[in-house]
């Protein structure tokens, strides 16, 4: 049976379940990195790499504070950066979003609205889909806009120890689904397996239909409830300066809202992943 839309919706609003709760420092700072003074695309691929792989999220700052024009050095060791906007009226081409409220907003995340967890660039179905995502705090505002986070090899884990029927189905199977973003419908797989055993995720809430075999769409919405968890999901307020990287392949992402009359604007900048320096993304279950 198809999901009905109204069952994503309570997704779309961070608080459901309940409120989350508040920073586990500790906990954050394990994702910290601070680049040196003057970092090479050496100290690059040595630093952020390995912290890729393993953690798959990693916050950025630097002893000098990060630019956006650092960000865009990335690329020689994250890969190109990929246009944006392209199939969205709201903004021109563009290899660099500006996330920020604005008053005639089409889509939630250009509101000052929570944001449900999400990966990012779901409507590119081919070689643009987004590998690493970044979001590059240019203004944050006072009250709110926390970054929440969440990795799904915590949802495949728990999905083979209680459904591994479901797992097997969401391996195999071309889900159905009707994205919200002009009528667009793709068939893909939720879990696909890369050559080194990892796996790739791919999942959004964002969506008017789903259809798949009942395991599929069981195990689906386990996935919702498990990245809705308050105990699993990573809440932290990105600093001016600072940048969240995450692998879109493995994480999902949302956002607190924050108070209107606060500007905040985030730069989301998309990387292929594709370079000299090969990385190895995706749900590492081994
Ligand atoms: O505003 C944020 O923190 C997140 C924005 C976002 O995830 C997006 O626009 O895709
Ligand atoms: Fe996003």
Known sequence: MPIQKNQFEKYQNINYPHRLIENREEEINKFRLTLPKNFTREDLANLLIPRIEVDGLVIVD???????????????????????????????????????????????????????????????????????????????????????????????KKLEKCYPRGVQALLEEDLSMDLEMQGRHINRKVFTKNPDGSIEFFFSPFMKRLIGSPEAEKAYQMILGFSHNRNTQIKLKLKEGQLALCDNTRFLHGRCGFPKDQPRSLSRIWYTGISEYPINLGIKPF
Do not use: W
């Open 62 to 156: 630097g002893v000098d504070k990060l630019t956006i024009n650092d960000i865009f050095g990335f690329q020689s060791v994250l890969g190109q950066t990929i246009v944006q906007g392209s199939l969205n009226k709201i903004t021109n081409q563009t290899n660099h979003f500006e996330v920020k409220a604005v008053e005639d907003a089409s889509v939630r995340g250009l509101t000052n609205q929570d944001q449900g967890m999400h990966v990012d660039g779901i409507y590119f179905h081919d070689e643009r889909f987004p590998k690493l995502m970044t979001l590059f705090c240019s203004k944050q505002s006072k009250d709110g806009g926390e970054s929440l986070f969440f990795d799904a090899t915590i949802a495949y």
